[in-house]
């Protein structure tokens, strides 16, 4: 502790005015958090491009920072010497960022916000969360790739698919608890990992998500990119809470080999492996909001290894104890492959629709994921387990995917936008909203536990019927001859 006061006292102190001076690309300096660093040589490296870091040469840059960087990043990113010491409190009093008009017109529509007691329904809380959000964050959450057509599919496809109920059966008491890689969940879904939680709550960010998974007995899937840090997030859990590890293998294995043993020494239980962006869609919806996109594309392309192959799985076996999931399955033939390599599971998913527009859903390809396994012999859920997401909004779509064979789905955005709108309580109010539906059709369906929930009980004869989806961009600009409406 001595040394700690010692380092803080011996730091130099900077003034605003000696600070500002530093705004070119010949010496830039920047402010986070009330400490002062040397960015000059780090400007061509920074995945977002320079342009983003020259704008705030010389001034605080902290409310720039945060909502898409975790606390942490600028402090093991630059070397020790760049790091030059302290804002001088004193001399910024002038200089306290204003709250922008878009920020003001948020703070004004939360004052305005229905009670919480009155969503009914995820999607309730995802509409409040659109009308409380300032446009640049409900952009980002919201977005999908290019016409949108395979995010809004991902909600669609569940309801090609109807229930055969069962009934007479003694359901006055009903289960939904399950497990997943071997630990308890309270729900057949975990909180998948979603990136700049910040975004919604500059505040508390994903540590919502790390509370609320912990009262609700859910297990919280950690971003690699996120606004809060591993650490933050790790040491906000329940000493006996379950967390897993999304992971972007990155260019330089060194990092991701220190990442993933870093996370195993700290007790994450599984390892969640992204294999379906090694390039980053576009989404278009908040490129036109001019939020810093071109940053987080480059951010993340940094992330990721495009020459990430089947062979380097083993190198990943090698490094960590940790069970392995491949995250962003999309066909059969891989789902094949990857349980010929000794996966722990997959995850059927297309990224939420941000990545390749036209992809399919999870739901949509997990009848002929199980049927290729058991051609294969390789159907075995005690060791290789399925999970989908993307598109769930009900708990009845859960039951869906559990019926054709999953063992669990990952929910997101949901998530996000409960947070968004009403903080830890909104997370918590999806939760018991997700109960409750579960209780309901699970006696409706005449299931008193998961293991009930069989194929018998699902009608699927129009799952793979697709309609030619609405393109919405494209009939919104079609208008037939001025005119010929009057005479047809």
Same mark, same amino acid.
Request: hydrophobic share 40%; proline share 5%; net charge negative.
């Given at each position: 502790m001595t040394g700690e006061i010692e380092k803080t006292t011996n730091e130099k102190m900077f003034t605003a005015e000696e600070v500002s001076q530093h705004n070119t690309k010949e010496s830039c300096w920047i402010i986070v958090h009330g400490k002062v660093y040397d960015v000059t040589d780090?400007?061509?490296?920074?995945?977002?491009?320079?342009?983003i870091i020259l704008k705030y040469g010389g001034k605080d840059a902290t409310a720039e920072y945060d909502p898409i960087h975790p606390p942490d990043a600028i402090s093991e990113n630059l070397p020790p010497e760049k790091h030059l010491g302290r804002i001088d409190p004193m001399t910024v009093q002038d200089r306290i960022k204003e709250t922008s008009q878009e920020e003001k017109e948020s703070a004004a529509r939360h004052a305005k916000k229905p009670p919480l007691g009155e969503c009914l329904s995820l999607h309730d809380l995802e509409a409040v969360a659109k009308y409380v959000l300032t446009g640049k964050a409900w952009m980002y959450y919201s977005s999908g790739a290019d016409d949108e057509i395979t995010m809004r599919e991902n909600h669609n496809v569940y309801h090609r698919i109807w229930f055969r109920p069962r009934i007479l059966r003694d359901v006055a008491n009903v289960r939904f608890d399950t497990s997943i890689l071997g630990h308890k969940t309270s729900m057949p879904f975990y909180i998948t990992a979603t990136a700049l939680g910040k975004l919604g709550d500059p505040v508390n960010g994903e540590l919502n998500l790390t509370r609320s998974a912990a009262k609700n007995g859910i297990i919280q899937m950690i971003p690699t990119i996120s606004s809060c840090s591993f650490d933050e997030m790790i040491d906000a859990a329940l000493e006996d809470q379950v967390q897993f590890l999304q992971l972007y293998v990155n260019s330089n294995r060194e990092v991701t080999e220190k990442f993933v043993k870093r996370a195993e020494?700290?007790?994450?239980?599984?390892?969640?492996? @992204?294999?379906?962006a090694p390039?980053?869609?576009?989404?278009?919806?908040?490129?036109?909001?001019?939020?810093?996109?071109?940053?987080?594309?480059? @951010?993340i392309s940094t992330l990721i290894d495009p020459s990430l192959q089947w062979s380097d799985l083993d190198w990943l076996s090698s490094i960590t104890k940790m069970p392995i999931v491949l995250k962003g399955v999309q066909s059969w033939q891989d789902a094949v492959i990857a349980a010929e390599r000794g996966c722990a599971g997959i995850v059927l998913s297309n990224h939420g629709g941000r990545q390749l527009d036209m992809a399919p859903s999870g739901l949509e390809i997990l009848p002929e994921v199980v049927e290729a396994l058991k051609a294969r012999g390789l159907y075995n859920p005690?060791?290789?387990?399925?999970?989908?997401?993307?598109?769930?909004?009900?708990a009845s779509d859960i039951l869906k995917a559990v019926a054709l064979g999953a063992k669990a789905v990952g929910i997101g955005r949901p998530f996000i936008y409960a947070y968004s709108a009403y903080g830890e309580d909104g997370v918590n109010r999806a939760m018991e909203i997700l109960r409750d539906e579960f209780e309901m059709c699970m006696r409706l369906l005449g299931a008193r536990s998961l293991e009930e929930v069989t194929p018998e009980m699902v009608n699927t004869a129009n799952l793979n019927a697709l309609a030619v989806p609405k393109d919405n961009l494209f009939y919104s600009n079609y208008e037939r001859l001025s005119g010929l409406n009057s005479k047809l």
């Amino acid at each position: 502790m001595t040394g700690e006061i010692e380092k803080t006292t011996n730091e130099k102190m900077f003034t605003a005015e000696e600070v500002s001076q530093h705004n070119t690309k010949e010496s830039c300096w920047i402010i986070v958090h009330g400490k002062v660093y040397d960015v000059t040589d780090f400007l061509p490296e920074h995945p977002g491009g320079s342009k983003i870091i020259l704008k705030y040469g010389g001034k605080d840059a902290t409310a720039e920072y945060d909502p898409i960087h975790p606390p942490d990043a600028i402090s093991e990113n630059l070397p020790p010497e760049k790091h030059l010491g302290r804002i001088d409190p004193m001399t910024v009093q002038d200089r306290i960022k204003e709250t922008s008009q878009e920020e003001k017109e948020s703070a004004a529509r939360h004052a305005k916000k229905p009670p919480l007691g009155e969503c009914l329904s995820l999607h309730d809380l995802e509409a409040v969360a659109k009308y409380v959000l300032t446009g640049k964050a409900w952009m980002y959450y919201s977005s999908g790739a290019d016409d949108e057509i395979t995010m809004r599919e991902n909600h669609n496809v569940y309801h090609r698919i109807w229930f055969r109920p069962r009934i007479l059966r003694d359901v006055a008491n009903v289960r939904f608890d399950t497990s997943i890689l071997g630990h308890k969940t309270s729900m057949p879904f975990y909180i998948t990992a979603t990136a700049l939680g910040k975004l919604g709550d500059p505040v508390n960010g994903e540590l919502n998500l790390t509370r609320s998974a912990a009262k609700n007995g859910i297990i919280q899937m950690i971003p690699t990119i996120s606004s809060c840090s591993f650490d933050e997030m790790i040491d906000a859990a329940l000493e006996d809470q379950v967390q897993f590890l999304q992971l972007y293998v990155n260019s330089n294995r060194e990092v991701t080999e220190k990442f993933v043993k870093r996370a195993e020494s700290r007790g994450v239980k599984g390892l969640f492996v @992204t294999v379906d962006a090694p390039q980053l869609g576009r989404r278009e919806k908040d490129m036109r909001m001019k939020f810093e996109d071109v940053g987080i594309a480059r @951010t993340i392309s940094t992330l990721i290894d495009p020459s990430l192959q089947w062979s380097d799985l083993d190198w990943l076996s090698s490094i960590t104890k940790m069970p392995i999931v491949l995250k962003g399955v999309q066909s059969w033939q891989d789902a094949v492959i990857a349980a010929e390599r000794g996966c722990a599971g997959i995850v059927l998913s297309n990224h939420g629709g941000r990545q390749l527009d036209m992809a399919p859903s999870g739901l949509e390809i997990l009848p002929e994921v199980v049927e290729a396994l058991k051609a294969r012999g390789l159907y075995n859920p005690s060791k290789f387990e399925i999970y989908i997401d993307g598109g769930v909004r009900r708990a009845s779509d859960i039951l869906k995917a559990v019926a054709l064979g999953a063992k669990a789905v990952g929910i997101g955005r949901p998530f996000i936008y409960a947070y968004s709108a009403y903080g830890e309580d909104g997370v918590n109010r999806a939760m018991e909203i997700l109960r409750d539906e579960f209780e309901m059709c699970m006696r409706l369906l005449g299931a008193r536990s998961l293991e009930e929930v069989t194929p018998e009980m699902v009608n699927t004869a129009n799952l793979n019927a697709l309609a030619v989806p609405k393109d919405n961009l494209f009939y919104s600009n079609y208008e037939r001859l001025s005119g010929l409406n009057s005479k047809l």
